[in-house]
């Protein structure tokens, strides 16, 4: 172990540690949810001019943490150009699939299909595409967008750890985005098939999403859904799912499907609904 913070993960019950965290959480005592917001807010430098409600309207921390904003708050950039970040945060990591492993930080990888719950069939088509990691911090807002047009094809819930996914914990824990409990989300679009991985982290409480509400996590078995033609379909930066008390997004892409922005790079903050990358039209037959 490189530190005490990475020993202490390694030992810490992190599921009970979470499991307590969200009940404390979801109270709603208003003394105790007050207090929780009100310090949060300082400790983070969290802006609250940009948040629809006022601090005093929030039922409990959780239903602040995962706050809406003021409409026209995270303007869309062009969606028939361009690829929209998911979320508000900083990009992680960002670069190409390659002999199915995605970059996590030196010396460290992990698999696609790792990631994606073992669906080999869906990782050998993201092989040579685009991937991109976006970490939300405490102060971020929290809700997890469409980065482009597409149709819910599957969402694989996939138990696990429940590691930090800071820059520390990513330099220092082998395959940490497909060791961390996570859900995998695949959709179908104009841009071929994509993923929107929503991967947890030490304190989440849960994951949210706007087809089927809270998931169940911190469960002992791997659950995958399959879902129809035609039953949920997205628009590029409609939201999808939110995380309590969390975490990572991380994305792929088909080869030949989307090219990053140039320049930006691993540590480069971002805000929902910025462009982030073109849309690549594939050649006539591909």
Same mark, same amino acid.
């Given at each position: 172990?490189?530190?005490?913070?990475?020993?202490?993960?390694?030992?810490?019950?992190?599921?009970?540690?979470?499991?307590?965290? !969200? $009940? %404390?959480?979801?109270?709603?005592?208003?003394?105790?949810?007050?207090?929780? %917001?009100?310090?949060?807010? &300082?400790?983070?430098? #969290?802006?609250?001019?940009?948040? =629809?409600?006022?601090?005093?309207?929030?039922?409990?921390?959780?239903?602040?943490?995962?706050?809406?904003?003021?409409?026209?708050?995270?303007?869309?950039?062009?969606?028939?150009?361009?690829?929209?970040?998911?979320?508000?945060?900083?990009?992680?990591? %960002? +670069?190409?699939?390659?002999?199915?492993?995605?970059?996590?930080?030196?010396?460290?990888?992990?698999?696609?299909?790792?990631? @994606?719950?073992?669906?080999?069939?869906?990782?050998?088509?993201?092989?040579? !595409?685009?991937?991109?990691?976006?970490?939300?911090?405490?102060?971020?807002?929290?809700r997890v967008h469409m980065p482009a047009a597409g149709e819910l094809k599957s969402?694989?819930?996939?138990?696990?750890?429940?590691?930090?996914?800071?820059?520390?914990?990513?330099?220092? #824990?082998? +395959?940490?985005? =497909? $060791?961390?409990?996570? @859900?995998?989300?695949?959709?179908?679009?104009?841009?071929?098939?994509?993923?929107?991985?929503? #991967?947890?982290?030490? %304190?989440?409480? +849960?994951?949210?999403?706007?087809?089927? +509400?809270?998931?169940?996590?911190?469960?002992?078995?791997?659950?995958?859904?399959?879902?129809?033609?035609?039953?949920?379909?997205?628009?590029?930066?409609?939201?999808?799912?939110?995380?309590? @008390?969390?975490?990572?997004?991380?994305?792929?892409?088909?080869?030949?499907?989307?090219?990053?922005?140039?320049?930006?790079?691993?540590?480069?903050?971002?805000?929902?609904?910025? =462009?982030?990358?073109?849309? #690549?039209?594939?050649? &006539? !037959?591909?």
């Open positions: 172990m490189s530190s005490p913070f990475i020993w202490l993960q390694h030992i810490a019950p992190h599921h009970a540690v979470s499991r307590s965290a !969200g $009940r %404390i959480a979801s109270s709603e005592v208003p003394w105790l949810k007050d207090l929780l %917001i009100r310090r949060f807010i &300082a400790a983070y430098d #969290v802006d609250m001019s940009e948040a =629809a409600r006022s601090i005093d309207e929030y039922t409990s921390f959780n239903d602040f943490f995962t706050r809406e904003l003021k409409p026209g708050a995270r303007p869309l950039a062009d969606p028939a150009q361009n690829i929209l970040s998911p979320a508000d945060g900083a990009v992680s990591q %960002i +670069g190409r699939v390659e002999q199915g492993r995605i970059f996590q930080a030196k010396g460290r990888h992990f698999t696609a299909a790792q990631l @994606l719950g073992g669906d080999d069939e869906a990782a050998a088509r993201f092989e040579g !595409g685009a991937f991109a990691t976006i970490y939300l911090s405490p102060k971020d807002y929290h969402a694989t819930y996939v138990p696990g750890d429940l590691f930090s996914v800071n820059q520390v914990t990513a330099e220092n #824990v082998d +395959g940490l985005f =497909a $060791r961390n409990e996570r @859900l995998a989300c695949l959709f179908e679009g104009p841009d071929g098939l994509f993923a929107n991985v929503m #991967v947890g982290a030490m %304190i989440v409480a +849960g994951i949210e999403t706007v087809w089927s +509400g809270l998931e169940e996590t911190h469960a002992p078995k791997l659950k995958r859904r399959e879902f129809g033609a035609g039953t949920h379909k997205f628009a590029a930066g409609d939201e999808m799912g939110r995380f309590i @008390l969390g975490s990572t997004a991380v994305m792929l892409f088909e080869p030949g499907r989307v090219e990053w922005l140039e320049g930006l790079c691993a540590g480069d903050t971002v805000r929902m609904g910025q =462009a982030i990358g073109k849309r #690549v039209q594939p050649k &006539a !037959g591909a």
